[in-house]
């Protein structure tokens, strides 16, 4: 079962609520934080409810319950302490076509009471389908702790000026400056308790036509976002793509990373393969810079990190080449991420004590690397896009001298659900990426650990000094 989050005005609305006791004035409770109409629908009320009735805020009903109760309801809730009679009353107010919550019987909901943060007009809602409202308080917890008590106060604070801004400030310069606005001196001002100097800072910025130290320019940030879970990604990663306002995202970006950009933000698919793309390095060197010409915040998503074998020299220098301000956001690398799901380092104190990364695939024209000569005893040699030069990959290592017992592990599609590994000797590399028909996404690390010597025991006593008189 899938739903729906959405937040109701629910002024001058009606919510019934079937019930007297104590879980009905737990609903009631959540209720009154709206300007909504309570219709209390039982025989008996509990002293709290008593008293919500008696002050107007509520209204009480003792008769038996019908579906005609309902037909003007925006919502219901069904709070009578008996299942059974839950079950029966719920059954009249869905018949009636309004939608209703069950308390403590989830399969006969249609909608669920979420745990509430309420930072009042910010409010975060947090939701388990009813499947487990235990953990759900436990997320509001960690929530509460992260947002200041008096957040919503500031929130309203700024909501007041957005028609200002709206006047003063360009268009292009307000999203930086709200997010000047919530995240740097008028909100550390506010949650200090200076009020007057946070909306001094927020008039004054308005006045100016936008946050201060901000220019209207662009930026692009070239994002790495790893090998393909999203909770790998940094914590600057995440931020850029919540700040974007367009992003250009490669054909190895799982899909749940986008997940974390701004709904509004415009999402262009940038898709490259080894050996081919429809989208030629220059042609995305060139949308980039437009985007950031425009004044947009550009986020140029690859996966794993930019500044290996991501092609980031090309657009950091179609970048700067128009006076464009550029910055790259690392990411975890494909062979960090395959040693780590196997459970072993890169290096291994004593076998290597080096890592070198390469490619197995070079820019058309180029001749291939001499991968023999960077696996020197001591070093992982970790080989990106090399499945198809698997081969000659194997012919070249073992040709110079790296031992044919050589550790190979390949692992595809590294932290995802669609991860593989294997394992096989240098001589096996070949015919392990041919039968078991491995495919890119893959990395290929070679480990040449350092050669061990004996200490051979000399065959002649050594010679003495002999002191003469």
Not at 395 to 417: D, F, H, K, Q, Y
């Amino acid at each position: 079962m899938k739903t729906f989050p959405m937040f109701l005005r629910m002024t001058g609305r009606t919510v019934v609520i079937a019930g007297g006791g104590e879980q009905a004035a737990q609903k009631a409770r959540l209720v009154l934080k709206t300007e909504a109409k309570i219709v209390l629908l039982a025989d008996v009320l509990d002293d709290e409810l008593e008293a919500l009735v008696a002050t107007g805020r509520a209204t009480h009903c003792t008769e038996a319950p019908t579906a005609s109760h309902f037909s003007d309801a925006a919502l219901a809730f069904i709070a009578t302490g008996c299942p059974a009679r839950d079950a029966a009353i719920a059954a009249l107010a869905q018949a009636a076509g309004c939608t209703t919550n069950v308390v403590d019987q989830p399969d006969l909901c249609d909608a669920y009471t979420p745990s509430i943060v309420d930072r009042d007009p910010l409010v975060v809602a947090i939701g388990t389908e009813g499947a487990a409202p235990v953990l759900a308080r436990q997320v509001k917890t960690k929530i509460e702790t992260m947002l200041e008590p008096r957040l919503g106060d500031f929130t309203a604070m700024a909501g007041r000026m957005r028609e200002a801004v709206a006047r003063r400030v360009p268009k292009p310069a307000r999203r930086a400056f709200w997010r000047w606005a919530f995240s740097d001196a008028p909100r550390r001002l506010h949650a200090a308790g200076a009020e007057r100097d946070a909306a001094k800072a927020l008039k004054d910025a308005i006045a100016q036509g936008g946050a201060p130290g901000t220019a209207t320019e662009g930026l692009i940030s070239l994002v790495g976002a790893g090998p393909g879970a999203r909770d790998l990604l940094t914590l600057r990663a995440v931020q850029r793509l919540q700040e974007a306002d367009v992003i250009f995202y490669d054909r190895l970006v799982d899909p749940d990373v986008l997940e974390l950009a701004r709904r509004d933000a415009e999402r262009v698919f940038v898709g490259k393969e080894v050996g081919a793309s429809s989208w030629p390095q220059h042609k995305i060197d060139a949308v980039i810079v437009a985007a950031a010409r425009k004044g947009q915040r550009v986020v140029r998503l690859k996966s794993g990190d930019p500044g290996i074998f991501g092609r980031a020299t090309e657009e950091l220098a179609a970048a700067r080449d128009h006076g464009i301000a550029v910055e790259i956001v690392p990411g975890i690398t494909a062979a960090s991420a395959s040693a780590a799901a196997r459970g072993r380092s890169l290096t291994e104190r004593g076998e290597t004590d080096r890592v070198i990364f390469a490619t197995g695939t070079c820019r058309a024209g180029d001749s291939a690397p001499d991968w023999g000569t960077l696996c020197t005893p001591g070093t992982t040699l970790a080989l990106y896009m090399g499945v198809a030069k698997a081969a000659e990959i194997e012919a070249n290592l073992l040709a110079a001298g790296v031992p044919s017992s050589a550790e190979v592990e390949i692992t595809c599609s590294a932290s995802t659900p669609a991860e593989r590994h294997f394992a096989c000797t240098l001589s096996d590399l070949a015919e392990t990426v041919a039968s078991e028909e491995v495919s890119n996404p893959a990395i290929i690390l070679v480990r040449h650990s350092k050669l061990r010597t004996e200490v051979i025991a000399p065959t002649q006593p050594p010679l003495s000094l002999v002191a003469t008189a």
